[in-house]
């Protein structure tokens, strides 16, 4: 405000009201990532606040999501034929503010997928996450194991962080070629089939694709 005595203020998310539109003229709109509204004629500058707290994240799709992010408010800038300008606040050196810089996606998401099918994550692989109390992590291993045999590599089990008092919870990586995605999901859900039918006293989560791991 100080910067620009005079000129209105507002707010877009984060606790306030998400608006659709602003009015135009001369006016600094402050928004969440997602929550930009849009300007008749076009902004004249975006900022791009706090790429470190985006990219700190611990998610797979961290990158591609702030690149998403990031192109959705910088397509709002005016052309900088037009003297529009878009600053972002992150390590220039980081792919993710390269492609940003290079308005290219399609680079980044090869990339991406390179970088996935290195160390076997998704979308290069399918994968299955399954957490619970250990004798029921270690059923369902057994029985997608029976099921798709020599077809599943298994990463684990780890513990699972709970709040003091709670029963230990284990993690399991389930991880198969993505041609037996299809086989995966079927043996999980046939082994979920099982012990429903019994019904089992300990609840088992499964994810497919987590992204977070």
């Known amino acids: ?7 209105p203020v507002r707010s877009s998310g984060g606790g306030a009201p998400v608006l659709a539109t602003v009015p135009g003229g001369p006016e600094l709109v402050v928004a969440t990532p997602g ?3 849009l300007a008749p004629d076009g902004y004249g500058a975006a900022l791009l606040l706090d790429g470190w ?7 797979l799709r961290v990158a591609e999501e702030t690149l998403r992010r990031w192109m959705a408010a910088a ?17 220039p050196r980081l792919p993710v503010v390269q492609a940003l810089v290079r308005w290219d996606p399609a680079g980044h998401a090869a990339a991406e997928l390179a970088a996935r099918s290195e160390v076997g994550f998704p979308p290069a692989v399918r994968m299955a996450a399954v957490e619970g ?17 020599g077809a599943v590599e298994v990463l684990g089990p780890v513990d699972v962080d709970v709040p003091d008092g709670d029963e230990p919870q284990e993690r399991v990586l389930l991880r198969v070629a993505r041609p037996q995605g299809r086989a995966l999901a079927a043996a999980l859900a046939a082994a979920q089939a099982v ?10 989560r499964v994810r497919l694709d987590p992204a977070q791991l």
């Open 35 to 37: 929550a930009e509204p």
């Open 133 to 149: 109390a250990p004798s029921a992590v270690a059923e369902i291993d057994a029985a997608v194991r029976a099921a798709m045999p």
């Open 195 to 204: 012990r429903t039918a019994r019904k089992a006293a300990e609840p088992v």
């Open 75 to 91: 397509a709002l800038v005016v052309p900088a034929a037009d003297g529009g300008r878009v600053v972002v606040v992150a390590e």
């Open 53 to 59: 707290a985006l990219l700190a994240r611990p998610d």
């Open 1 to 7: 405000r100080a910067a620009f005595p005079g000129v």
